[in-house]
């Protein structure tokens, strides 16, 4: 199973202050040298953490595989295709939500998005749609004809007890085989942390799980040791 690490939180963290610090172009160098296999960026239509500088970039830049995330406006979908990203996925958004909340009604919506993927196809990027393990949207993934999808764990991941855990965990198991028996690929992500990601590692079907707070999170954490010590290198000894 491979590991793409969504760095839209360092932009989240840069935005903070408006400056240029922490920079995620370097972050996904980084997190590439550490053996990620993708990097993972969310170009939103506010541009509240990653911005186009940034998408422009990271497309020079990242040599493993980039992924953008976005909705499926005309603006954001214009910029996919001068970038020409690995992967595009394609996320319903919210202005008001604090991260993509849901998957996409892609039976409710199978014209636009059949228009939108056609499009991107015809620019050789692959399309994957992030869905909620629902078999109705993984067959209507299929009828648009999206090359992957992402199935959406954050039930999962957010059920409060190990019963609950377990259960949804076969639910995800069962769409990632559909999604495979239907010919896609499947990838995972939302919610994915040190402790819920073990079990993952039983789902055979699941080609890449998408992981972004957790792991961002940890990095802070764990380099703040060896961030106070370089400051104190600094200063005179009092
Ligand atoms: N996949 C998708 C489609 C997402 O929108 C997100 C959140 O940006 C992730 C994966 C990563 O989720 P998390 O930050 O909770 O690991």
């Known amino acids: 199973m491979n590991l793409t690490i969504n760095i839209d939180h360092i932009a989240t963290l840069r935005e ?10 370097t972050a996904a160098h980084l997190a590439e040298l550490a ?20 998408l422009r970039l990271l497309r020079e830049t990242v040599k493993t595989k980039l992924d953008m995330e976005m909705a499926a406006t005309e603006e954001i979908v214009k910029i996919a295709i001068e970038t020409l990203p690995d992967l595009a996925t394609l996320v319903p958004e919210k202005r008001q939500e ?4 849901g998957g996409l009604d892609v039976r409710g919506n199978r014209h636009h998005l059949r228009d939108v993927i056609g499009e ?47 259960e949804l965990l076969e639910v995800v198991r069962g769409a ?25 590692s039983t789902i055979a079907e699941i080609e890449e799980v998408s992981i972004g707070h957790a792991v961002i999170a940890r990095a802070v954490l764990v380099g703040m040791r060896r961030a106070v010590g370089d400051m104190l290198a600094l200063l005179p000894r009092g």
């Open 16 to 25: 903070a202050r408006g400056g240029v610090d922490p920079d995620p172009v």
């Open 35 to 54: 053996g990620a296999r993708g990097i993972v960026c969310h170009l939103r239509e506010d541009r509240r953490h990653i911005n186009d500088r940034d």
């Open 98 to 101: 604090l991260t993509t909340e």
């Open 120 to 166: 991107l196809h015809r620019h050789d990027i692959r399309v994957s749609l992030f869905l909620d393990p629902v078999r109705e949207q993984i067959a209507a993934a299929r009828d648009v004809e999206a090359d992957t999808v992402e199935i959406h764990t954050g039930e999962y991941a957010n059920a409060r007890t190990d019963a609950g855990r377990a």
């Open 176 to 200: 990632a085989r559909y999604a495979r028996e239907l010919g896609m690929t499947v990838n995972a992500g939302h919610g994915l942390n040190y402790i819920n990601i073990i079990p993952f």
